[in-house]
């Protein structure tokens, strides 16, 4: 019904040339028009507004300083590549890529006058003039100044791909891969190329976002068939079916409500999701720990939107089923994680917890206990 309607909002602006120029960014004027034209309906808590999903009018973009995008998966690689042409296509030069996990971003200080930033939620301190956001994580956040490109219906990497559409690029293997990362990244289940899809997600996940880029050249098109899907293919087929049967007998409380699954082989998500599926857990959230470079990260599924309830409180992000975070410096591995998840999620079961008055405290605390 919300598409719908907007829809049929942005057809009828287009007819008015002072209405073809407004943005999600000018959020007032758009919100006068729109309950000039038809009832405002009532929208849940945390869900898109109308006013966020205007970019379809075509409103120039501005020339970006830097492009960001999400390191940790495949929609933020092809949000990140597909932005790189589309720039490059307006302005005639390479625009700087960055990229971040959920902790490092949110540390990071935006001195940037414009920027494009991809598949990271919207919140008050992206709200920039001549910035421009395109994401599909529920906010609870209103453009006022910046340009805010959204929908909670489709993938970052998607968006990314229609704004470049609206501007003269694509082609037959962009529109493949783009449809094969929504499929992943919003997991439809019931998509014919659902496993296909998840063997492309699982790229990134094996061989790590700038390893991939580097490999293709920032030339996105040359994911599309690649070799290393065969070896992603035979890990989903022999691999995934060892792995459950293993993780589903190696399940550690971490609080009431929250497992540690731990993994040896198969893909962590797929597994995770079919434990969770299946019922066969008596946890409605799932957390695997991994190591990369000198970090232990944390990932949260869930089927009833708790895991990004649980992920915020590490400071980090993602979606209600699907979310993520870096744990603390102090924490140097798995066993590590597994009992620093223990102290943050059971402050109260921790007699040593209440002695500690901030985060600080508490990472002193595991070191201590290391060196014992």
Wanted: charged share 25%; glycine share 6%.
């Amino acid at each position: 019904m919300l598409q719908e309607t907007a829809d049929r909002v942005f057809t009828n602006a287009a007819t008015d040339q002072n209405q073809a120029r407004m943005v999600a960014g000018n959020a007032p004027d758009f919100k006068e028009y729109f309950e000039a034209t038809a009832k405002t309906p009532e929208f849940p808590a945390r869900h898109a507004l109308p006013t966020e999903l205007g970019y379809s009018l075509m409103a120039p973009l501005p020339k970006p300083e830097v492009i960001i995008t999400h390191e940790s998966d495949l929609d933020g690689l092809l949000s990140g590549a597909l932005l790189q042409r589309l720039a490059q296509k307006l302005f005639g030069t390479d625009i700087p890529l960055e990229a971040y996990h959920y902790n490092f971003w949110k540390q990071r200080d935006l001195r940037e006058r414009s920027a494009w930033v991809a598949d990271f939620t919207f919140e008050p301190r992206l709200d920039k003039p001549d910035w421009v956001v395109i994401d599909h994580h529920v906010t609870e956040t209103a453009p006022k100044n910046a340009m805010l490109i959204h929908d909670v219906n489709k993938s970052a990497g998607l968006l990314c791909y229609e704004l470049c559409q609206q501007h003269g690029i694509s082609s037959p293997a962009l529109d493949r891969l783009a449809h094969l990362n929504n499929v992943a990244d919003l997991f439809l289940e019931d998509d014919p190329d659902f496993e296909i899809a998840g063997d492309y997600a699982n790229l990134v996940k094996i061989y790590q976002f700038w390893n991939l880029h580097t490999l293709i050249g920032g030339d996105i098109e040359k994911l599309l068939d690649h070799p290393l899907l065969e070896v992603m293919a035979v890990k989903r087929r022999i691999e995934n079916p060892i792995g459950f049967e293993w993780s589903k007998s190696n399940i550690t409380e971490i609080s009431p409500t929250v497992g540690f699954m731990d993994t040896i082989v198969g893909n962590n998500n797929l597994i995770v999701h079919q434990l969770l599926e299946e019922q066969a857990t008596k946890y409605p959230v799932l957390v695997t720990l991994f190591r990369r470079g000198n970090a232990v990260f944390a990932s949260f599924r869930s089927r009833n939107s708790e895991a990004l309830k649980v992920a915020e409180r590490f400071q980090g992000g993602g979606h209600a089923n699907a979310a993520g975070a870096i744990l603390p410096k102090s924490v140097r591995n798995i066993t590590d994680g597994v009992e620093y998840l223990r102290q943050v999620l059971n402050p109260k079961n921790e007699t040593q917890q209440t002695r500690l008055n901030s985060l600080e405290s508490l990472f002193a605390g595991i070191e201590a206990g290391q060196k014992k």
